[in-house]
């Protein structure tokens, strides 16, 4: 999969480089309860993961992509689709901005749309799904903005900080 262009991001394939990018957001304890990460991430297990993400989505079930404003090749976010399903025709979708200052500035807006039309066009998915919590009114607003429907709460799904949350399944099928 080449690079993903959007207007002011591209999504790229993650690289070497990005070991401690990854290494402080997987080990953000602020953003575990968004990125669905209950424990930190040693260096190690993310080396070996970007050692493994040249394989193509078929293979690691994933892909995770970076997000990177035009002519500045640090990542500033991650998107993914996960549990991908083949046999089924979808996959899950998340996005995360690591910085505060990026977040409401239509970075992830434009990345989860760069996303959504690959899924669909280039992978010919049916649908696709995302798990959000139901207190998280910033990320519903972005995913229900591109179609996204709620069609069911798990409740007391997650468990933050001593606390049973629940957390809606939004849905999102190709016509």
Not at 6 to 31: C, H, K, M, Q, V
Not at 40 to 69: G, T, V
Not at 101 to 123: M, P, V
Not at 138 to 154: C, M, N, Q, R
């Amino acid at each position: 999969m080449g690079t993903l262009k959007g207007e002011t991001i591209y999504l790229r394939a993650l690289e070497p480089n990005d070991l401690e990018f990854i290494y402080e957001l997987e080990n953000d304890e602020s953003i575990w309860e968004v990125s669905n990460t209950q424990t930190p991430y040693s260096r190690f297990l993310i080396r070996q993961y970007l050692e493994n993400a040249h394989q193509d989505i078929y293979e690691a079930k994933q892909l995770r992509l970076a997000i990177c404003r035009d002519q500045d090749f640090p990542a500033i976010g991650l998107i993914d689709l996960f549990d991908f399903d083949p046999k089924n025709n979808r996959a899950g979708l998340g996005v995360l901005i690591r910085n505060q200052d990026h977040r409401n500035s239509g970075i992830g807006s434009e990345a989860l749309g760069l996303l959504i039309e690959y899924a669909f066009e280039q992978l010919n998915l049916r649908q696709l799904y995302a798990n959000i919590d139901v207190e998280n009114e910033i990320s519903i607003g972005l995913f229900t903005k591109f179609g996204f429907e709620k069609i069911g709460v798990k409740k007391q799904w997650n468990l933050v900080n001593g606390h049973y949350k629940d957390e809606a399944l939004f849905q999102l099928i190709n016509k």
